[in-house]
């Protein structure tokens, strides 16, 4: 960690260490805005193969969502789903070979990600938009989807009708979100009773536990066949959550398990990008 990231780290642990002093309920609503902020947006410029593609837009709870469809057809479609502070350019290497499968290929960024609107993003309101896309555009029968996109679309999906000829594709999938904020919290340094507040706010803003927002939980009400990408070093969404998926046996997952890719080289990977397009 360089010199400014560890002093802009000390500084948010000690604002965090005061304010919970002073109010746990109020620190829990600042962890729980700035758990929901990416702190950053992909910034990379898209590759040649955007400018072939179709704009599209749409607004969701007024944000507007920017996206791209390429080779327009009636027949099969598929939506990749960036993950985390990331952006669909990220996955520029997976259009072509899907168009010459002969795909529908369509993609968009998220709230507070890339070239869509807003500042904040949270596991409902991804899987509103997952949902809204499929009604608009659809139907689609395929999916990619990487690391918080992963359970927004499990979320999304388990909602949607559909049987086992829809396809997806998990690449390292945001499994638990209880993970996702033991992490937060162990980097915040805060303490039980602000986590308290922190999984009460949760329960009242989305109705449900932060124990709901799981893959494990979602993935046995999707009837898709599905291949479940994950790597062994990956720090961002440990593999051993998905190792207790794994352990259940569910006939129409499959597991792809690699070492040494981690969290984001994993999709960009030639092999691995191969066995999903091979599976799709």
Do not use: C
């Amino acid at each position: 960690m360089k010199l400014k990231q560890k002093i802009a780290v000390s500084y948010l642990q000690i604002k965090f260490k005061i304010l919970s002093f002073l109010s746990k309920k109020k620190a829990a609503e600042k962890a729980l805005d700035l758990f929901r902020t990416p702190q950053r947006r992909a910034r990379k410029q898209p590759s040649a193969i955007f400018p072939e593609a179709e704009n599209l837009e749409f607004f969701l709870e007024g944000i507007p969502i920017h996206g791209y469809r390429w080779n327009q057809n009636p027949g099969r479609k598929i939506l990749i789903i960036h993950g985390f502070e990331s952006s669909i350019v990220n996955f520029e290497q997976y259009i072509r070979p899907l168009m010459n499968k002969g795909y529908e290929v369509i993609a968009f960024d998220a709230p507070a990600h890339g070239r869509s609107g807003g500042n904040m993003i949270s596991a409902p309101q991804f899987a509103k938009m997952i949902s809204t896309i499929w009604q608009r555009y659809g139907p689609i029968q395929s999916f990619i989807a990487h690391s918080f996109g992963g359970l927004a679309l499990s979320l999304a999906l388990e909602n949607m009708k559909h049987d086992n000829s829809y396809r997806v594709v998990l690449i390292a999938p945001a499994t638990e979100t209880k993970t996702a904020i033991d992490q937060f919290f162990d980097f915040l340094e805060l303490n039980g009773k602000v986590r308290m507040e922190f999984d009460q706010l949760i329960a009242e803003l989305g109705g449900y536990p932060a124990e709901w927002y799981s893959v494990h939980r979602a993935i046995k009400n999707i009837r898709a066949e599905i291949l479940w990408v994950h790597d062994q070093d990956d720090l961002q969404t440990p593999i051993a959550d998905a190792l207790k998926v794994k352990a259940e046996n569910l006939h129409n997952v499959k597991f792809l398990i690699t070492k040494g890719l981690g969290h984001r080289r994993i999709y960009r990977d030639i092999r691995v990008m191969q066995q999903v397009i091979d599976f799709l």
